[in-house]
Nanobody, 117 residues
Framework: QVQLVESGGGLVQSGGSLRLSCAASGSIYSMNAMGWFRQPPEKQRELFAA???????NYVNSVKDRFTISRDNAKYTVSLHMDNLTPEDKAVYSCSAGPSMDYFVYWGQGTQVTVSS
């Protein structure tokens, strides 16, 4: 089992920045990939950023050049730095872990990010 706990969500003005963090515990050593999902209101959850323990990263186009995922393998934490936020980024953001970037099996409870216009 893997437990994931997010922190750092909140309200920010459009154009602002926010940093999310995720602390992992449990059998995290088997989880090569950690990532961030988000679910906007009335929309499906999407994986938008992921990073492997070896440093490979993937981003969806809508966040590329604005968001940065980082990972501390020794501390079992993954962070997300978000710049130039827009109201379209409003969502519940969840940390996730899995054996590969194509297969995530654990999620945290999520943290709300709201961007005011």
């Amino acid at each position: 089992q893997v437990q994931l706990v997010e922190s750092g969500g909140g309200l920010v003005q459009s154009g602002g920045s926010l940093r999310l963090s995720c602390a992992a515990s449990g059998s995290i050593y088997s989880m090569n990939a950690m990532g961030w999902f988000r679910q906007p209101p009335e929309k499906q959850r999407e994986l938008f950023a992921a990073r492997t323990s070896g440093g490979n990263t993937n981003y969806v186009n809508s966040v590329k050049d604005r968001f940065t995922i980082s990972r501390d393998n020794a501390k079992y934490t993954v962070s997300l730095h978000m710049d130039n936020l827009t109201p379209e980024d409003k969502a519940v953001y969840s940390c996730s872990a899995g054996p590969s970037m194509d297969y995530f099996v654990y999620w945290g409870q999520g943290t709300q990010v709201t961007v005011s216009s």
